[in-house]
């Protein structure tokens, strides 16, 4: 019997205060008061009509992301989270995240977060450096960062995450390796590290800031910050994730194992595996929150529904599993997508020889170059013939 992958459960939440120059995500700029209890009805009516996909299956994560979660008063995250427990079987443990930013989180109400089951935040941080935050149109100070996460851990949140951007306007070395200085002195579990790109449909795409470092001084920025934080004790094991011994985030390791996952909320996506043919549906929702909360818990709410032709998944599961360290396991991409590994086996090899992958005949490993050069592998996946489906 065919076991489908582990399930997630993502929740958008599509509001900010002020929507960030460099943001490609479905978020807006609040304007007068959020219909924030109205949302939460229109997040239940959205699961109720989701259900039938993922009958009788076990929830392992929950993501609030956004936009700004932190938005949504912790009465209301209760709320959603006490709804969605009564129809879904929750995970003993199931971690639940809630993104929020310095900002807008309310820090006497942080306690509540988690009283209402959130044990894991992760902060919207980007620089500890004032400068670099007035520049990137952040809402918050260093002051209010270090603050907040301070808040947090007095909360006793056991799972802490901080976003930390590099080669920003008018950073140098320095400053970088400043950021990560403070962020390791904060003592989080988990750090994600990641390069400010000008990403298509941004401010910053149409008017690109000035001072920003090229690409050398960038790749002097992550190598000597991924020497400081693996000199701290966290280590990389994805792209841009570092983590203390035992504090990965299991939400996205599900992503990049290519597991599966229920997205709810105005322009959330989802990815699920459909019966014993082992059919992968991705589903989104309407993006604007007004469309959203008029027709969530309708067919009218969806964006769209696309089947991936078998001859997509190898590219789509390379696209995920090559973030990672560990890379994956021949069994596990038979497993994830009900393909024979032999599907992998031309391009795969060409990779090998290149020297951007190993190999051992079980498990396949992105080697420091093709961590490096990760666009040009996944490229040898994109026209990927099928092998034989493994039920045959």
Same mark, same amino acid.
């Given at each position: 019997?065919?076991?489908?992958?582990?399930?997630?459960?993502?929740?958008?939440?599509?509001?900010c205060v002020r929507k960030c120059p460099y943001c490609d995500f479905n978020s807006h700029s609040a304007r007068g008061e959020?219909?924030?209890?109205?949302?939460?009805?229109?997040?239940?009516?959205?699961?109720?009509?989701?259900?039938?996909?993922?009958?009788?299956?076990?929830?392992?994560?929950?993501?609030?992301?956004?936009?700004?979660?932190?938005?949504?008063?912790?009465?209301?995250?209760?709320?959603?989270?006490?709804?969605?427990?009564?129809?879904?079987?929750?995970?003993?443990?199931?971690?639940?995240?809630?993104?929020?930013?310095?900002g807008t989180a309310e820090f006497g109400k942080l306690a509540d977060y988690r009283a209402a089951g959130v044990n894991r935040?992760?902060?919207?941080?980007?620089?500890?450096?004032?400068?670099?935050?007035?520049?990137?149109?952040?809402?918050?100070?260093?002051?209010?960062?270090?603050?907040?996460?301070?808040?947090?851990?007095?909360?006793?949140?056991?799972?802490?995450?901080?976003?930390?951007?590099?080669?920003?306007?008018?950073?140098?070395?320095?400053?970088?390796?400043?950021?990560?200085?403070?962020?390791?002195?904060?003592?989080?579990?988990?750090?994600?590290?990641?390069?400010?790109?000008?990403?298509?449909?941004?401010?910053?795409? %149409?008017?690109?800031?000035? @001072?920003?470092?090229?690409? *050398?001084? $960038?790749?002097?920025?992550? /190598?000597?910050?991924?020497? +400081? !934080?693996?000199?701290?004790?966290?280590?990389?094991?994805?792209?841009?994730?570092?983590?203390?011994?035992?504090?990965?985030?299991?939400?996205?390791?599900?992503?990049?194992?290519?597991?599966?996952?229920?997205?709810?909320?105005?322009?959330?996506?989802?990815?699920?595996?459909?019966?014993?043919?082992?059919?992968?549906?991705?589903?989104?929702?309407?993006?604007?929150?007004?469309?959203?909360?008029?027709?969530?818990?309708? %067919?009218?709410?969806?964006? @769209?529904?696309?089947?991936? *032709?078998? $001859?997509?998944?190898?590219? /789509?599961?390379?696209?995920? +599993? !090559?973030?990672?360290?560990?890379?994956?396991?021949?069994?596990q991409f038979e497993a994830r997508t009900g393909l024979h590994r032999g599907s992998l086996a031309a391009p795969l090899a060409?990779?090998?020889?290149?020297?951007?992958?190993?190999?051992?005949?079980?498990?396949?490993?992105?080697?420091?170059?093709?961590?490096?050069?990760?666009?040009?592998?996944?490229?040898?996946?994109?026209?990927?013939?099928?092998?034989?489906?493994?039920? %045959?």
């Amino acid at each position: 019997m065919l076991i489908p992958p582990p399930l997630s459960l993502y929740v958008h939440v599509p509001w900010c205060v002020r929507k960030c120059p460099y943001c490609d995500f479905n978020s807006h700029s609040a304007r007068g008061e959020l219909p924030m209890e109205r949302y939460v009805d229109a997040l239940v009516a959205d699961l109720d009509f989701d259900l039938p996909l993922v009958w009788g299956r076990t929830v392992h994560t929950v993501f609030f992301g956004g936009g700004t979660p932190s938005l949504m008063p912790p009465a209301l995250v209760d709320r959603f989270l006490q709804q969605a427990s009564s129809r879904l079987r929750f995970a003993p443990g199931c971690e639940i995240t809630l993104e929020t930013n310095p900002g807008t989180a309310e820090f006497g109400k942080l306690a509540d977060y988690r009283a209402a089951g959130v044990n894991r935040l992760s902060f919207g941080i980007q620089s500890f450096d004032d400068g670099c935050l007035h520049r990137l149109g952040r809402i918050h100070d260093a002051a209010q960062a270090i603050d907040a996460v301070r808040q947090a851990q007095a909360a006793g949140f056991p799972e802490i995450n901080l976003d930390l951007m590099y080669a920003l306007p008018g950073q140098d070395l320095d400053m970088a390796l400043r950021d990560v200085a403070q962020a390791i002195a904060l003592g989080p579990t988990h750090l994600s590290h990641y390069q400010l790109t000008l990403e298509p449909n941004t401010v910053f795409a %149409a008017r690109p800031p000035k @001072g920003l470092p090229d690409d *050398d001084i $960038a790749w002097d920025m992550q /190598e000597a910050c991924q020497a +400081a !934080l693996a000199a701290a004790g966290y280590g990389q094991y994805e792209t841009s994730a570092y983590a203390r011994p035992g504090h990965r985030c299991e939400h996205n390791l599900n992503y990049w194992r290519y597991g599966d996952y229920l997205g709810i909320g105005a322009g959330a996506h989802g990815k699920i595996t459909l019966g014993a043919e082992q059919a992968v549906l991705r589903r989104w929702k309407h993006k604007h929150p007004a469309r959203y909360l008029e027709t969530a818990g309708t %067919a009218d709410a969806i964006g @769209g529904d696309e089947r991936i *032709d078998p $001859a997509r998944r190898p590219f /789509e599961f390379m696209l995920n +599993a !090559l973030r990672l360290h560990e890379g994956f396991e021949h069994a596990q991409f038979e497993a994830r997508t009900g393909l024979h590994r032999g599907s992998l086996a031309a391009p795969l090899a060409a990779a090998v020889e290149r020297g951007w992958l190993s190999d051992d005949g079980r498990r396949v490993l992105p080697t420091e170059t093709g961590r490096r050069y990760l666009n040009d592998v996944l490229e040898l996946f994109l026209e990927t013939p099928v092998a034989a489906d493994i039920r %045959a």
